[in-house]
């Protein structure tokens, strides 16, 4: 049976940014993450060990966010990348990686990235 986990609104500060200032004083970011994922009859079995943790999908997510970068794209592939190696199980991700308040010049509550995988 396929299965559909959504994690939503993960928040994280982070030094993601084109800007050196970025890159040295951060910003909050929120990452929302669907997975689809071949588990059987997870939920016939009721055990925890045969479907995706979401506490090892949010340490997964965790540390890609603590790795600096100059795009929101790239930490969204990296995050994407880890996921897939972490969970066999996983057959597509979508990945949503925001920045909320990004300093360009105006009020603007965020920009988003989206890639799937």
Do not use: W
């Amino acid at each position: 049976m396929e299965y559909r986990i959504v994690l939503s609104r993960m928040e994280f500060r982070a030094l993601h940014g084109c800007y050196e200032l970025e890159r040295k004083v951060g910003n909050r970011f929120t990452v929302d993450l669907e997975l689809t994922a071949e588990l059987g009859d997870a939920a016939v079995q009721d055990d925890v060990r045969k479907t995706v943790n979401y506490l090892r999908v949010y340490e997964v997510v965790r540390m890609q966010m603590r790795i600096t970068q100059h795009t929101i794209e790239r930490v969204a592939m990296n995050i994407i990348e880890a996921i897939y190696a972490a969970f066999a199980q996983v057959r597509h991700v979508k990945c949503t990686v925001s920045k909320l308040a990004p300093p360009l010049g105006g009020k603007l509550e965020k920009v988003s990235v989206v890639l799937e995988k």
